[in-house]
Protein backbone atom coordinates (compact mmCIF):
# COMPACT_ATOMS: atom_id res chain seq x y z
CA UNK A 1 0.00 0.00 0.00
CA UNK A 2 1.27 3.69 -0.36
CA UNK A 3 2.55 5.33 2.01
CA UNK A 4 2.36 9.11 1.08
CA UNK A 5 4.60 9.68 5.15
CA UNK A 6 7.34 7.39 4.07
CA UNK A 7 7.15 8.68 0.58
CA UNK A 8 7.49 12.41 1.95
CA UNK A 9 10.42 11.46 4.45
CA UNK A 10 12.02 9.59 1.16
CA UNK A 11 11.92 12.68 -0.80
CA UNK A 12 13.91 14.55 1.99
CA UNK A 13 16.24 12.31 2.52
CA UNK A 14 16.87 12.25 -1.13
CA UNK A 15 16.97 15.90 -1.47
CA UNK A 16 19.18 16.35 1.29
CA UNK A 17 21.30 13.71 0.59
CA UNK A 18 22.19 14.52 -2.84
CA UNK A 19 22.24 18.71 -1.76
CA UNK A 20 24.88 17.70 0.51
CA UNK A 21 27.23 14.86 -0.64
CA UNK A 22 26.70 15.53 -4.77
CA UNK A 23 26.18 19.31 -4.65
CA UNK A 24 28.63 20.13 -1.56
CA UNK A 25 25.92 22.47 0.24
CA UNK A 26 26.45 22.98 4.07
CA UNK A 27 23.99 22.06 6.18
CA UNK A 28 22.74 25.72 6.91
CA UNK A 29 21.87 26.49 2.99
CA UNK A 30 20.28 23.16 2.70
CA UNK A 31 18.09 23.81 5.56
CA UNK A 32 17.82 27.37 3.93
CA UNK A 33 17.05 26.00 0.37
CA UNK A 34 14.04 23.49 1.55
CA UNK A 35 12.41 25.26 4.34
CA UNK A 36 13.35 23.22 7.24
CA UNK A 37 16.06 23.71 10.28
CA UNK A 38 19.11 22.90 10.65
CA UNK A 39 18.47 19.74 13.12
CA UNK A 40 16.31 18.52 10.78
CA UNK A 41 19.00 18.29 7.97
CA UNK A 42 21.06 16.26 10.00
CA UNK A 43 18.52 13.93 11.13
CA UNK A 44 17.35 13.42 7.66
CA UNK A 45 21.22 12.87 6.63
CA UNK A 46 21.82 10.46 9.60
CA UNK A 47 18.62 8.21 8.53
CA UNK A 48 19.64 8.24 4.91
CA UNK A 49 22.82 6.74 5.84
CA UNK A 50 20.73 3.96 8.04
CA UNK A 51 18.29 3.38 5.67
CA UNK A 52 20.84 2.68 2.55
CA UNK A 53 19.78 5.45 0.85
CA UNK A 54 23.14 6.80 1.52
CA UNK A 55 26.19 4.41 1.26
CA UNK A 56 29.83 4.62 1.28
CA UNK A 57 32.46 2.68 -0.72
CA UNK A 58 36.41 2.47 0.51
CA UNK A 59 38.60 2.22 -2.48
CA UNK A 60 39.63 -0.93 -2.72
CA UNK A 61 43.44 0.02 -2.60
CA UNK A 62 42.50 2.22 0.37
CA UNK A 63 41.09 -0.22 2.01
CA UNK A 64 43.83 -2.55 0.73
CA UNK A 65 46.52 -0.01 2.82
CA UNK A 66 43.82 0.39 5.57
CA UNK A 67 43.76 -3.32 6.14
CA UNK A 68 47.87 -3.98 6.16
CA UNK A 69 48.26 -0.76 8.74
CA UNK A 70 46.13 -2.76 11.10
CA UNK A 71 48.06 -5.90 10.92
CA UNK A 72 51.03 -4.02 11.41
CA UNK A 73 50.19 -2.22 14.08
CA UNK A 74 48.66 -5.11 15.96
CA UNK A 75 51.73 -7.44 15.10
CA UNK A 76 54.42 -5.61 16.47
CA UNK A 77 52.64 -3.36 18.95
CA UNK A 78 53.19 0.02 16.52
CA UNK A 79 51.17 3.42 17.66
CA UNK A 80 50.75 4.09 14.24
CA UNK A 81 51.48 3.34 10.71
CA UNK A 82 51.69 5.51 7.38
CA UNK A 83 51.23 3.07 4.55
CA UNK A 84 51.64 4.77 0.62
CA UNK A 85 51.27 3.81 -2.81
CA UNK A 86 54.54 2.08 -4.03
CA UNK A 87 56.46 3.88 -6.64
CA UNK A 88 57.13 1.90 -9.98
CA UNK A 89 60.28 3.59 -10.04
CA UNK A 90 62.18 1.81 -7.21
CA UNK A 91 65.24 4.21 -7.69
CA UNK A 92 62.96 6.46 -6.16
CA UNK A 93 61.51 5.07 -3.17
CA UNK A 94 63.38 6.82 -0.58
CA UNK A 95 62.15 10.39 -2.17
CA UNK A 96 58.75 9.03 -1.89
CA UNK A 97 59.14 7.56 1.67
CA UNK A 98 60.77 11.17 2.27
CA UNK A 99 57.68 13.06 1.37
CA UNK A 100 55.29 10.92 3.22
CA UNK A 101 57.05 11.58 6.36
CA UNK A 102 57.46 15.04 5.93
CA UNK A 103 53.61 15.21 5.77
CA UNK A 104 53.21 13.16 8.32
CA UNK A 105 55.37 14.75 10.87
CA UNK A 106 53.99 18.22 9.46
CA UNK A 107 50.24 17.11 10.65
CA UNK A 108 51.35 15.95 14.13
CA UNK A 109 53.74 18.53 15.35
CA UNK A 110 53.01 21.64 17.13
CA UNK A 111 55.25 24.86 16.68
CA UNK A 112 58.53 25.55 18.54
CA UNK A 113 58.69 21.52 18.56
CA UNK A 114 62.14 19.46 18.49
CA UNK A 115 62.78 16.40 15.89
CA UNK A 116 64.91 14.13 16.23
CA UNK A 117 66.67 13.08 13.14
CA UNK A 118 69.00 9.91 12.55
CA UNK A 119 71.64 9.13 9.72
CA UNK A 120 70.58 7.89 6.44
CA UNK A 121 69.44 8.70 2.70
CA UNK A 122 65.66 9.07 3.37
CA UNK A 123 65.57 10.79 6.86
CA UNK A 124 68.10 13.11 5.26
CA UNK A 125 65.73 13.84 2.64
CA UNK A 126 63.27 14.70 4.59
CA UNK A 127 64.45 17.43 6.63
CA UNK A 128 64.29 18.65 3.45
CA UNK A 129 61.15 18.25 2.62
CA UNK A 130 60.32 19.54 6.14
CA UNK A 131 62.68 22.40 5.74
CA UNK A 132 61.17 23.71 2.69
CA UNK A 133 57.48 23.30 3.78
CA UNK A 134 56.67 23.48 7.32
CA UNK A 135 54.59 26.36 8.30
CA UNK A 136 55.94 26.48 11.75
CA UNK A 137 58.87 26.93 13.76
CA UNK A 138 60.54 23.64 14.72
CA UNK A 139 64.35 22.64 15.65
CA UNK A 140 66.29 19.42 14.28
CA UNK A 141 68.33 17.49 16.26
CA UNK A 142 70.91 15.16 15.32
CA UNK A 143 71.29 11.56 16.68
CA UNK A 144 74.52 10.68 14.98
CA UNK A 145 77.85 13.03 14.27
CA UNK A 146 78.59 13.39 10.70
CA UNK A 147 77.47 17.04 10.34
CA UNK A 148 77.88 17.34 6.98
CA UNK A 149 74.72 14.55 6.15
CA UNK A 150 72.52 16.61 8.42
CA UNK A 151 73.06 20.01 6.35
CA UNK A 152 70.21 20.62 3.81
CA UNK A 153 71.85 21.95 0.53
CA UNK A 154 71.69 25.90 -0.29
CA UNK A 155 68.76 26.20 -2.28
CA UNK A 156 66.24 25.11 1.06
CA UNK A 157 64.64 27.27 2.75
CA UNK A 158 65.03 26.40 5.94
CA UNK A 159 63.99 29.93 8.04
CA UNK A 160 61.58 28.35 10.29
CA UNK A 161 63.76 25.50 11.30
CA UNK A 162 66.83 25.38 13.48
CA UNK A 163 70.08 22.77 13.16
CA UNK A 164 71.14 21.40 16.07
CA UNK A 165 73.96 18.84 14.90
CA UNK A 166 76.69 16.75 16.88
CA UNK A 167 80.20 18.49 16.33
CA UNK A 168 81.76 15.29 15.73
CA UNK A 169 82.55 12.99 12.39
CA UNK A 170 80.21 9.71 12.51
CA UNK A 171 83.12 6.91 13.21
CA UNK A 172 86.39 7.57 14.80
CA UNK A 173 89.35 5.90 14.62
CA UNK A 174 89.76 4.32 18.16
CA UNK A 175 87.12 3.29 21.00
CA UNK A 176 89.33 5.43 23.18
CA UNK A 177 88.46 8.67 20.53
CA UNK A 178 84.75 7.76 20.30
CA UNK A 179 84.35 7.59 24.15
CA UNK A 180 86.69 11.06 24.37
CA UNK A 181 84.36 12.75 21.81
CA UNK A 182 80.96 11.33 23.37
CA UNK A 183 82.37 13.32 26.46
CA UNK A 184 83.15 16.48 25.03
CA UNK A 185 80.48 19.31 26.58
CA UNK A 186 79.91 20.47 22.91
CA UNK A 187 78.84 17.38 22.52
CA UNK A 188 76.63 16.46 25.40
CA UNK A 189 74.81 19.73 24.99
CA UNK A 190 72.88 18.24 21.82
CA UNK A 191 72.82 15.11 23.25
CA UNK A 192 71.26 16.44 26.15
CA UNK A 193 68.11 18.12 23.90
CA UNK A 194 67.42 15.04 22.47
CA UNK A 195 64.52 14.27 25.36
CA UNK A 196 63.26 17.69 23.97
CA UNK A 197 61.22 15.82 21.21
CA UNK A 198 58.13 15.46 20.53
CA UNK A 199 58.85 12.94 17.30
CA UNK A 200 62.26 11.11 16.17
CA UNK A 201 62.88 10.08 12.97
CA UNK A 202 64.89 7.03 12.33
CA UNK A 203 66.35 5.35 8.24
CA UNK A 204 66.73 1.95 8.47
CA UNK A 205 69.94 0.76 6.67
CA UNK A 206 70.00 -2.86 4.73
CA UNK A 207 73.35 -5.01 4.00
CA UNK A 208 73.89 -4.36 0.74
CA UNK A 209 75.58 -2.21 -1.57
CA UNK A 210 73.21 0.75 -1.65
CA UNK A 211 73.32 1.45 2.23
CA UNK A 212 74.45 5.01 2.57
CA UNK A 213 77.15 4.44 5.32
CA UNK A 214 79.00 2.25 2.77
CA UNK A 215 78.56 4.50 -0.94
CA UNK A 216 79.71 7.43 1.82
CA UNK A 217 83.11 5.32 2.46
CA UNK A 218 82.15 5.70 6.24
CA UNK A 219 82.06 1.78 6.34
CA UNK A 220 84.75 -0.39 4.14
CA UNK A 221 83.16 -3.46 2.06
CA UNK A 222 85.64 -5.51 4.87
CA UNK A 223 83.48 -3.91 7.38
CA UNK A 224 80.60 -4.94 5.62
CA UNK A 225 81.54 -8.48 5.28
CA UNK A 226 82.38 -8.85 9.08
CA UNK A 227 79.30 -7.45 10.40
CA UNK A 228 77.34 -9.85 7.77
CA UNK A 229 79.64 -12.90 9.39
CA UNK A 230 78.27 -11.74 13.00
CA UNK A 231 74.34 -12.09 11.54
CA UNK A 232 73.42 -8.50 11.26
CA UNK A 233 70.88 -7.79 8.83
CA UNK A 234 70.66 -3.71 8.86
CA UNK A 235 71.51 -0.66 11.32
CA UNK A 236 69.26 2.11 13.21
CA UNK A 237 71.28 5.37 13.52
CA UNK A 238 74.38 3.14 12.51
CA UNK A 239 74.00 0.61 15.18
CA UNK A 240 73.81 -2.98 13.32
CA UNK A 241 71.85 -5.17 14.70
CA UNK A 242 70.24 -8.92 14.16
CA UNK A 243 67.58 -10.78 12.75
CA UNK A 244 65.79 -10.30 16.21
CA UNK A 245 66.84 -6.59 16.79
CA UNK A 246 69.71 -7.13 19.23
CA UNK A 247 72.81 -4.86 18.86
CA UNK A 248 75.69 -6.51 17.19
CA UNK A 249 78.73 -6.12 19.35
CA UNK A 250 81.95 -4.76 16.99
CA UNK A 251 84.41 -2.55 17.08
CA UNK A 252 83.00 -1.03 14.58
CA UNK A 253 79.75 0.31 17.39
CA UNK A 254 82.43 0.67 19.70
CA UNK A 255 83.78 4.00 17.89
CA UNK A 256 80.75 5.41 16.86
CA UNK A 257 79.61 9.07 17.79
CA UNK A 258 75.56 8.06 18.03
CA UNK A 259 73.06 7.26 20.92
CA UNK A 260 72.87 4.15 21.56
CA UNK A 261 69.95 2.33 20.63
CA UNK A 262 68.87 2.01 24.11
CA UNK A 263 67.82 5.67 23.89
CA UNK A 264 65.73 4.68 20.81
CA UNK A 265 63.55 2.59 23.96
CA UNK A 266 63.12 5.47 25.63
CA UNK A 267 61.89 7.91 23.44
CA UNK A 268 57.96 8.40 22.49
CA UNK A 269 56.97 8.99 18.73
CA UNK A 270 60.20 7.05 17.45
CA UNK A 271 59.29 7.14 13.42
CA UNK A 272 60.43 4.49 10.88
CA UNK A 273 60.93 5.71 7.91
CA UNK A 274 62.49 2.78 4.76
CA UNK A 275 60.81 0.60 2.32
CA UNK A 276 61.94 -1.34 -0.27
CA UNK A 277 62.29 -4.71 -0.63
CA UNK A 278 65.66 -5.34 -0.42
CA UNK A 279 64.92 -3.43 3.22
CA UNK A 280 62.37 -6.17 4.67
CA UNK A 281 64.85 -8.19 6.73
CA UNK A 282 65.83 -4.56 8.49
CA UNK A 283 62.78 -3.42 9.33
CA UNK A 284 61.81 -6.37 10.49
CA UNK A 285 64.40 -6.78 12.54
CA UNK A 286 63.81 -3.04 13.78
CA UNK A 287 60.34 -4.03 14.57
CA UNK A 288 61.17 -7.03 16.38
CA UNK A 289 63.59 -4.97 18.31
CA UNK A 290 60.75 -2.67 19.67
CA UNK A 291 62.36 0.34 18.54
CA UNK A 292 60.08 1.78 16.31
CA UNK A 293 56.52 3.22 17.73
CA UNK A 294 55.36 4.46 13.95
CA UNK A 295 56.49 3.15 10.89
CA UNK A 296 56.17 4.96 6.97
CA UNK A 297 56.60 2.37 4.16
CA UNK A 298 55.19 1.67 1.16
CA UNK A 299 52.51 -1.03 0.13
CA UNK A 300 54.47 -3.94 -1.50
CA UNK A 301 56.73 -3.74 1.32
CA UNK A 302 53.98 -3.41 4.07
CA UNK A 303 52.92 -6.95 2.11
CA UNK A 304 56.15 -8.01 2.42
CA UNK A 305 56.32 -7.21 6.44
CA UNK A 306 52.68 -9.13 6.86
CA UNK A 307 53.04 -12.00 5.21
CA UNK A 308 57.07 -12.48 6.65
CA UNK A 309 58.53 -12.79 3.75
CA UNK A 310 62.12 -11.81 3.16
CA UNK A 311 63.32 -12.10 -0.03
CA UNK A 312 67.12 -13.19 -0.80
CA UNK A 313 69.59 -10.28 -0.29
CA UNK A 314 71.08 -9.10 -4.11
CA UNK A 315 74.67 -8.38 -3.69
Known amino acids: MYDAITDFEE ?15 T ?30 RISSALDRRH ?30 IAKAASIYIANHVSD ?16 EYLA ?5 SASFVSLTGGVGYYLP ?6 FNAK ?23 SVKEITNMINLASMTVVGIGAMDQRATILKSSMLSHNDFLLLDMKGAVGDLICHFIDKEGRLVDTDIDSRLVSVPLSTLHQLENV ?33 LLCQGQIPPRQN
Not at 11 to 25: D, G, I, R, S
Not at 71 to 82: I, N, S
Not at 132 to 136: G, S, V, W
Open 27 to 56: QQAIADQMGISRMRVIRLLEKARQTGIVQF
Open 132 to 136: RNLEI
Open 163 to 185: LYLIPAPLIMSSREMAQAMREES
Open 271 to 303: IGVSAGKHKVAAITAALKGGYLDILITDESTAA
Open 153 to 158: NSETNI
Open 11 to 25: NLMMKTAWYYYMENM
Open 112 to 127: NCYINFGYGDTSSRTI
Open 67 to 96: ELETRLMETYHLKDCYIVPTNPDTSAVNDT
